[in-house]
């Protein structure tokens, strides 16, 4: 555990919410983020718009509906770090279960165009909770 700072519990309360109090009324809720970087500059990219996670060893291809990112952490740490909207559907992928246009046995059709694969493992644990999610929405 190098170079890593020693918080009190009330600084990892205010790093893990964001550093906003909540609670308040009025507030908006806060919506996950992942840093990006493009041509340098730091973007920030909301949960909401991010259609899939694609892990290549220690990176992840992050998908938008129009563009592609390249995130120097593998794929758990990258989902660790966003919503629960996120479902890991292959040992490569994880998608946002907001964004799904279609769904077929062996594969999922992305809003994006993008199709990803089912493995064959996890075929009927991710149909279950594909057809939780459309029953409680």
């Known amino acids: 555990m190098k170079n890593q700072a020693v918080l009190s519990p009330m600084q ?3 790093v893990l919410s964001g550093g ?3 609670g308040a009324t009025g507030e908006i809720k806060n919506v996950p983020t992942i840093t990006v970087y493009k041509f340098g500059k730091a973007i920030s990219v909301k949960s909401s718009d991010i259609t899939c996670l694609e892990g290549v060893g220690n990176y992840t ?4 509906r129009h563009e592609k990112h390249l995130v120097s952490k593998c794929l758990k740490e990258v989902q660790d770090e966003l919503s629960s909207d996120f479902l890991r559907i292959h ?3 994880s998608i946002n279960a907001r964004h799904i246009a279609s769904r077929w046995p ?3 059709h992305l809003s994006c165009g993008k199709v990803i694969p089912i493995a064959r493992r996890r075929i009927r644990e991710t149909h279950e909770i594909l057809g939780r999610m ?3 929405a």
């Open 91 to 93: 040992k490569s992928y």
């Open 106 to 108: 062996d594969y999922i």
């Open 12 to 14: 990892n309360l205010s």
């Open 134 to 136: 459309a029953l409680s």
């Open 61 to 64: 291809f992050v998908y938008t």
């Open 20 to 22: 906003a109090p909540s």
